[in-house]
């Protein structure tokens, strides 16, 4: 698993998690495949039930502890947002 490997990690220069609610998560992820992918409801609950929050616990979940960084609220964290914007730009210069 890419957390798990340390010489990869070491390569970055900053690690962000960015973390939103599973509710919010849930809820975005239905209303982007009904609209976007004309799916049924009850298809979206059985591939999340199944397949997608398993996999986010196993996988995505585990690398928060890696993080340098992590954003709370997703992309409406803008105090966050304006933080790795100026980390990065000094990187760049």
């Known amino acids: 698993m890419i957390y798990e490997n340390k010489e990869l ?3 970055m220069d900053i690690k962000i998690f960015v973390d939103t609610d599973p509710d919010i998560r849930i809820l975005r992820r239905i209303q982007r495949d ?3 992918r004309g799916r ?4 979206i ?9 398993p996999m986010h616990i196993e996988f995505v ?3 928060k502890r890696y993080a340098d960084i992590i954003i ?12 790795i914007i100026s980390n990065i730009k000094n990187i760049l210069s």
Request: proline share 6%.
């Open 72 to 83: 709370p609220e997703g992309g409406y964290n803008k105090i966050g947002i304006d933080m």
């Open 9 to 11: 990690r070491n390569m």
């Open 40 to 43: 049924t409801l009850g298809s």
């Open 45 to 53: 609950i059985e591939q999340y039930r199944i397949t997608v929050r």
């Open 34 to 36: 009904m609209v976007e």
């Open 61 to 63: 979940e585990p690398s």
